[in-house]
Structures are given as structure tokens and as C-alpha cells.
């Protein structure tokens, strides 16, 4: 890797970790039953592949948890999983056109698995996220925790997803053909 892709890498990703902050703390202070935080993640996904984006996705976590929701700091395997499986999922042309429902159905699986064990194992299915309160009225409701923070988990990350390989799909396409070339240049 030269110098000049280095640099562009580097700025990506960083570009990549605010939108990941700025999401998170726009969802959680709005108290959103989706998430937002990995939207930078998903766009380095599409732009850089799986490495980059799970190393986004981890730094976004990190700072998030620090700065303004510690839960954010557990949630970090969640972000792995989903740079992870998006950048798979981008690679093998699963998120463009009709296919997208079905790459991001295949992507939140493994993630929303994830997140449904730490939620409803660590937390009892009550963190910051605004889901919680789903969580809550399906308990009332007589659902069992486990099985109430799965089917939330399963649900708001889907939307959550799709909402953010939506956004990344505008971002990317609006962006001039040589940039996009020049970007996604390996």
C-alpha cells in the first residue's frame, strides 16, 4: 500500500467512525427503536470491504462507549459481525438492486444474534436503545425476556440495516464516477 492510499484509507475510515458516532448519539438521545450506529461501518463495507469496516465499526464502538453510552462498549462484536458479513455481502454483489433485502436479511442474522445474547444475558434486554422499550411492552404482554429481546433484536436490526445499506446506497451513488473509482480501488 502507497503512501497516498494510506492516507485515503485512513480518512475513510475516520470519516466512516463519526458516522457511526454521530448516528449512535442521534438514536440514543431521540430514543430510536433502531440504532444508527453503523452506518460508517456499512459505508466502508461497501467502499473498502470486510477488514476495514470491522476495524470502523470497532473504533466507532470504542469511542461511542467512552464519550456518551458505555453500553456501546459491549455492543463491539455486534460491529465486528456487521463489517464483517456487509463487506461479504458487498463483495459477492448481494446489496444492490432486488438482491438487497435478501443481503441484508443474510448480514443481521449472525448480527442480531449476537446482539440479542449480549442484550438479553449481560443487560436483561434493557440498554440505552430506544428498543428496549419493545422490549418492555412485549414482557407486559406476557412474552419470556429471552424470547421478547430476540424477536425485538431480530426486527429493529433489520430495519436498522436496511435503513443503512439505504443511506450508504445514496451516499455512494451520488458520488462522481471517478471518486467511486478511485475509492474502491483496492
Known amino acids: 500500500m502507497n503512501k497516498k492510499t494510506n492516507v485515503r484509507t485512513i480518512t475513510l475510515v475516520g470519516l466512516g467512525v463519526a458516522l457511526n458516532i454521530i448516528g449512535a448519539f442521534i438514536a440514543l438521545n431521540l430514543k430510536l427503536p433502531i440504532y444508527l450506529d453503523s452506518i460508517g461501518t456499512i459505508m466502508i463495507a461497501a467502499l473498502l470491504g470486510p477488514k476495514y469496516a470491522v476495524i470502523t465499526g470497532v473504533c466507532g464502538s470504542l469511542v461511542s462507549g467512552m464519550t456518551f453510552d458505555i453500553y456501546s462498549l459491549y455492543f463491539a462484536p455486534v460491529q465486528i459481525s ?12 448481494f446489496l444492490k438492486g432486488r438482491k438487497t433485502p435478501l443481503g441484508v436479511v443474510i448480514f443481521t442474522i449472525p448480527t442480531s444474534i449476537i446482539s440479542a445474547m449480549i442484550a438479553a444475558y449481560l443487560f436483561g434486554g434493557v440498554t440505552s436503545s430506544g ?56
Open 82 to 93: 456487521t463489517g464483517f458479513f456487509a463487506g461479504l455481502m458487498y463483495e459477492k454483489g
Open 131 to 186: 428498543s428496549s422499550y419493545i422490549v418492555q411492552i412485549l414482557r407486559v404482554v406476557g412474552m419470556p425476556d429471552v424470547v421478547s429481546v430476540f424477536i425485538v433484536q431480530i426486527f429493529t436490526d433489520y430495519a436498522d440495516k436496511f435503513v443503512a445499506v439505504a443511506l450508504v446506497g445514496l451516499g455512494v451513488n451520488a458520488l462522481p464516477k471517478s471518486i467511486k473509482l478511485s475509492m474502491t480501488s483496492k
